[in-house]
């Protein structure tokens, strides 16, 4: 049986997965199987010559040692000769099954067994008292080494492992006789020992040598031959682009070219897209055959092909594939667990491959072959790079035509929607150019003005407002224009227009900028909220009274309850005394709901004006703290002030700043617990006077934390935000009031405690 030759070397890709370094490469791919060669074909002779040796070394100490030894050291000897007879058949039969570093190891043990029944005859054939016998034991043993270093030397290991066990004992056995000539021709086996060491590494480093050159011989000559054939069909799919400018025809060509150069039968090449989750898909572009007219691939095609040539299951081979972006191989498609049926009419597939194309890091494309006799590898997968950058060149191209596609399709779209927004929308929508003049006025700003687009258009758009915007609108259009602040471009608020019978009303503005071949245009977009703004008076009306109405009887509940507390544990049982504690405080919570809900109403209004003077802070603050004293009283805890500063001033209205700072307080006390305590800090900081109002709480989870920070730090004010549930309304009511007042909240972000931080500028002190 003739011996297969050595396994191809390894591609620079399967270097790099492997992390192995060039040497340790070298070794494996070429010199380990050159080595296995060499040594398996070397046994025969060496197996003759060992027993040939061995029958005359036991005839020639028949005489003078036992015969039991002589019997003992051959069974030793053949039978480590016997275990190296087996591997040997085995590796001429099925040495294929196995890697050339498995049969290299095996080789070795077997060796290194032999060694050792070598070395035992130092034991077992020494004879004492006859110093030509002993001589004769060291020239056999030193010739059975001599005969491994011919046979041996293309791996040094087990040459020298060989050499060391079967002369190393003898050394040990003559020196211990301590005769000077037992000690001489130890000595000398010992240097024989290191001259075999030498001879095999210069040996070894020859061979390695001539496998490298013959190798990069190889390497080179098969690196020309692919770089020719590959820019062929590189450049025949390039010339079919320019010619035809058809992206399908040149990426057919490349496909009909790659099943050449692979010896392939069937191929295709799909790209990659993304759905509106995320998910890829794949989408069939060029199918082709080896054979010029495959008739089963036309009918499949034409019949059986899934719609829009679209596969989107993801757990089949080209799932696989686009999932995790790697190179698929398959001999036995049919056997394989990856792979689902094929669809009905396809062409019968026996070996595949399927190889990701990227662009940068994103996959764009797959090429798939298939039926090569000879089946396909990872050396298929860095053999095409260069097709597969072409692939990515002309997926990149095809994108960008599709691109280029859907945007014209959606400009026109967009157009025609623009046009009919501007016909039929409900809002008014007038256009001016950087000067203030009318470009465009729809239908809407007709109903709402009472003016048709011919009697503005040209016009300057302050005519549609009242005094004192219509003689500033300008200069404030003139000022945006040098110093670029948007104002109120894009910021809905409330303003006020006139009619053309001269009639005010309030309507909501939103102003948009966009630029018209390099000048600025500006968009307003106009709705008469003249019916709103009577339906939230109507609303607030109604709130108001209602509030008042309910307060009225809860005010006369609250002072029954206090007298019907003083009496109460003297005359009412133990459980009523508990009942009017609780009805005593729900009342409060009632009173508290209720005058939030008029305060909230009060400052949704945009005409709400606040009285703000400078004062000083201590007096704010130690007064708001009095007012609270009750809830202080309901909670059994209490609120101190803490200051070393000179009664700093700042500009409030002293009014607001007490409920607005009475709102925290209610939170904070509410949070402490019985015999809790809140903290108020004084303290100046970088022109700003802060009050750090702060307790220790574990009521609040991380959640409820989380959703407090995110109410205080949303910058919507009240009047357009809302009351959402879960928001603590009396905090929404100081945050809105403070914003007025032009001062700052903060909830600072402790675990442990809840810290607000509300800060205002610092005015100057009176003197």
């Given at each position: 049986?003739q011996d297969n030759p050595p396994p191809p070397p390894k591609t620079e890709f399967e270097n790099q997965v492997s992390g192995e370094s060039s040497p340790e490469l070298f070794?494996?791919?070429?010199?380990?199987?050159?080595?296995?060669?060499?040594?398996?074909?070397?046994?025969?002779?060496?197996?003759?010559?060992?027993?040939?040796?061995?029958?005359?070394?036991?005839?020639?100490?028949?005489?003078?040692?036992?015969?039991?030894?002589?019997?003992?050291?051959?069974?030793?000897?053949?039978?480590?000769?016997?275990?190296?007879?087996?591997?040997?058949?085995?590796?001429?039969?099925?040495?294929?099954?196995?890697?050339?570093?498995?049969?290299?190891?095996?080789?070795?043990?077997?060796?290194?067994?032999?060694?050792?029944?070598?070395?035992?005859?130092?034991?077992?054939?020494?004879?004492?008292?006859?110093?030509?016998?002993?001589?004769?034991?060291?020239?056999?043993?030193?010739?059975?080494?001599?005969?491994?270093?011919?046979?041996?030397?293309?791996?040094?290991?087990?040459?020298?492992?060989?050499?060391?066990?079967?002369?190393?004992?003898?050394?040990?056995?003559?020196?211990?006789?301590?005769?000077?000539?037992?000690?001489?021709?130890?000595?000398?086996?010992?240097?024989?020992?290191?001259?075999?060491?030498?001879?095999?590494?210069?040996?070894?480093?020859?061979?390695?040598?001539?496998?490298?050159?013959?190798?990069?011989?190889?390497?080179l000559s098969e690196a020309l031959d692919k770089k020719q054939r590959l820019e062929q069909i590189i450049n025949s799919a390039q010339s079919t682009f320019i010619q035809e400018?058809?992206?399908?025809?040149?990426?057919?060509?490349?496909?009909?070219?790659?099943?050449?150069?692979?010896?392939?039968?069937?191929?295709?090449?799909?790209?990659?897209?993304?759905d509106d989750q995320d998910q890829p898909f794949m989408q069939a572009l060029v199918f082709s055959s080896i054979k010029s007219n495959d008739l089963q691939l036309s009918l499949?095609?034409?019949?059986?092909?899934?719609?829009?040539?679209?596969?989107?299951?993801?757990?089949?081979?080209?799932?696989?594939?686009?999932?995790?972006?790697?190179?698929?191989?398959?001999?036995?498609?049919?056997?394989?667990?990856?792979?689902?049926?094929?669809?009905?009419?396809?062409?019968?597939?026996?070996?595949?491959?399927?190889?990701?194309?990227?662009?940068?890091?994103?996959?764009?494309?797959?090429?798939?072959?298939?039926?090569?006799?000879?089946?396909?590898?990872?050396?298929?997968?860095?053999?095409?790079?260069?097709?597969?950058?072409?692939?990515?060149?002309?997926?990149?191209?095809?994108?960008?035509?599709?691109?280029?596609?859907?945007?014209?399709?959606?400009?026109?779209?967009?157009?025609?929607?623009?046009?009919?927004?501007?016909?039929?929308?409900?809002?008014?929508?007038?256009?001016?150019?950087?000067?203030?003049?009318?470009?465009?006025?729809?239908?809407?700003?007709?109903?709402?003005?009472?003016?048709?687009?011919?009697?503005?258009?040209?016009?300057?758009?302050?005519?549609?407002?009242?005094?004192?915007?219509?003689?500033?609108?300008?200069?404030?259009?003139?000022?945006?224009?040098?110093?670029?602040?948007?104002?109120?471009?894009?910021?809905?608020?409330?303003?006020?227009?006139?009619?053309?019978?001269?009639?005010?009303?309030?309507?909501?503005?939103?102003?948009?900028?966009?630029?018209?071949?390099?000048?600025?245009?500006?968009?307003?977009?106009?709705?008469?909220?003249?019916?709103?703004?009577?339906?939230?008076?109507?609303?607030?009306?109604?709130?108001?009274?209602?509030?008042?109405?309910?307060?009225?009887?809860?005010?006369?509940?609250?002072?029954?309850?206090?007298?019907?507390?003083?009496?109460?544990?003297?005359?009412?049982?133990?459980?009523?005394?508990?009942?009017?504690?609780?009805?005593?405080?729900?009342?409060?919570?009632?009173?508290?709901?209720?005058?939030?809900?008029?305060?909230?109403?009060?400052?949704?209004?945009?005409?709400?004006?606040?009285?703000?003077?400078?004062?000083?802070?201590?007096?704010?603050?130690?007064?708001?703290?009095?007012?609270?004293?009750?809830?202080?009283?309901?909670?059994?805890?209490?609120?101190?002030?803490?200051?070393?500063?000179?009664?700093?001033?700042?500009?409030?209205?002293?009014?607001?700043?007490?409920?607005?700072?009475?709102?925290?307080?209610?939170?904070?006390?509410?949070?402490?617990?019985?015999?809790?305590?809140?903290?108020?800090?004084?303290?100046?900081?970088?022109?700003?006077?802060?009050?750090?109002?702060?307790?220790?709480?574990?009521?609040?989870?991380?959640?409820?934390?989380?959703?407090?920070?995110?109410?205080?730090?949303?910058?919507?004010?009240?009047?357009?935000?809302?009351?959402?549930?879960?928001?603590?309304?009396?905090?929404?009511?100081?945050?809105?009031?403070?914003?007025?007042?032009?001062?700052?909240?903060?909830?600072?972000?402790?675990?442990?405690?809840?810290?607000?931080?509300?800060?205002?500028?610092?005015?100057?002190?009176?003197?």
């Amino acid at each position: 049986m003739q011996d297969n030759p050595p396994p191809p070397p390894k591609t620079e890709f399967e270097n790099q997965v492997s992390g192995e370094s060039s040497p340790e490469l070298f070794q494996r791919q070429h010199l380990e199987p050159e080595q296995v060669r060499q040594l398996y074909q070397g046994f025969p002779l060496s197996l003759f010559s060992s027993i040939v040796v061995a029958l005359c070394l036991s005839a020639s100490q028949w005489k003078v040692i036992a015969h039991a030894d002589i019997i003992l050291w051959n069974l030793i000897l053949d039978s480590a000769l016997l275990a190296r007879l087996i591997l040997w058949l085995s590796w001429k039969n099925v040495h294929q099954l196995y890697s050339a570093r498995f049969w290299l190891n095996t080789f070795r043990l077997g060796t290194w067994l032999t060694g050792l029944a070598w070395g035992s005859a130092a034991f077992l054939l020494f004879a004492q008292d006859a110093s030509i016998y002993q001589a004769l034991l060291a020239f056999t043993l030193a010739g059975i080494a001599t005969g491994s270093v011919t046979s041996l030397t293309v791996d040094k290991y087990c040459s020298i492992g060989f050499v060391i066990l079967a002369i190393s004992p003898l050394c040990v056995v003559m020196l211990l006789h301590n005769s000077p000539t037992a000690i001489a021709m130890g000595s000398m086996s010992f240097m024989f020992i290191l001259f075999v060491i030498a001879g095999t590494a210069r040996t070894r480093n020859m061979m390695t040598d001539q496998l490298n050159k013959q190798f990069d011989l190889l390497r080179l000559s098969e690196a020309l031959d692919k770089k020719q054939r590959l820019e062929q069909i590189i450049n025949s799919a390039q010339s079919t682009f320019i010619q035809e400018n058809n992206v399908h025809a040149a990426l057919e060509s490349l496909l009909k070219n790659t099943l050449n150069l692979c010896d392939s039968k069937l191929g295709f090449i799909s790209q990659v897209h993304r759905d509106d989750q995320d998910q890829p898909f794949m989408q069939a572009l060029v199918f082709s055959s080896i054979k010029s007219n495959d008739l089963q691939l036309s009918l499949f095609r034409e019949k059986n092909l899934p719609s829009n040539g679209e596969y989107r299951n993801l757990g089949t081979m080209f799932g696989s594939i686009m999932l995790t972006g790697k190179p698929l191989i398959t001999s036995h498609l049919g056997r394989d667990l990856r792979a689902a049926a094929l669809p009905p009419g396809h062409p019968a597939i026996e070996s595949f491959i399927g190889i990701p194309v990227f662009n940068g890091k994103e996959q764009i494309a797959i090429l798939g072959l298939a039926n090569a006799p000879a089946g396909y590898s990872i050396d298929t997968v860095n053999y095409l790079e260069p097709i597969l950058k072409s692939i990515a060149q002309f997926i990149q191209t095809l994108s960008h035509q599709q691109q280029h596609e859907q945007d014209q399709a959606a400009l026109e779209a967009s157009n025609q929607q623009h046009q009919t927004i501007l016909n039929d929308i409900a809002d008014g929508i007038i256009i001016i150019d950087k000067f203030g003049i009318i470009q465009s006025f729809n239908h809407a700003a007709e109903t709402i003005f009472g003016y048709r687009a011919p009697q503005v258009i040209n016009k300057n758009v302050s005519m549609l407002m009242p005094e004192p915007y219509r003689s500033m609108h300008d200069s404030y259009l003139q000022n945006h224009l040098k110093t670029g602040k948007k104002n109120i471009l894009g910021i809905g608020r409330e303003v006020r227009g006139i009619r053309r019978n001269g009639q005010e009303f309030p309507m909501d503005l939103m102003v948009s900028r966009v630029y018209q071949q390099g000048e600025p245009v500006f968009i307003g977009i106009v709705r008469d909220i003249t019916e709103k703004k009577r339906i939230d008076d109507l609303r607030m009306q109604f709130i108001n009274a209602a509030t008042r109405e309910i307060l009225g009887p809860l005010h006369l509940i609250s002072e029954a309850i206090t007298l019907l507390r003083k009496r109460a544990s003297e005359e009412l049982p133990e459980h009523l005394v508990n009942l009017t504690e609780i009805v005593q405080s729900n009342n409060y919570q009632l009173q508290k709901l209720m005058g939030n809900l008029l305060e909230m109403q009060n400052l949704s209004r945009t005409d709400l004006t606040f009285n703000l003077s400078y004062q000083p802070a201590l007096p704010l603050i130690q007064a708001a703290v009095e007012q609270q004293q009750i809830f202080c009283d309901i909670y059994q805890n209490k609120a101190v002030i803490n200051h070393n500063l000179n009664n700093p001033m700042i500009n409030t209205d002293s009014r607001r700043f007490e409920q607005a700072v009475g709102h925290i307080l209610q939170f904070l006390l509410k949070a402490a617990g019985r015999d809790g305590l809140v903290e108020i800090n004084l303290i100046e900081e970088r022109g700003q006077v802060k009050f750090e109002m702060k307790c220790i709480s574990h009521k609040l989870d991380k959640a409820a934390r989380s959703e407090l920070q995110q109410q205080i730090e949303q910058k919507t004010s009240l009047h357009r935000a809302g009351y959402k549930e879960g928001v603590e309304l009396g905090l929404a009511i100081a945050k809105e009031i403070i914003q007025r007042m032009h001062g700052t909240i903060e909830l600072q972000p402790h675990m442990e405690t809840i810290n607000f931080e509300v800060g205002f500028p610092q005015a100057p002190q009176r003197y």
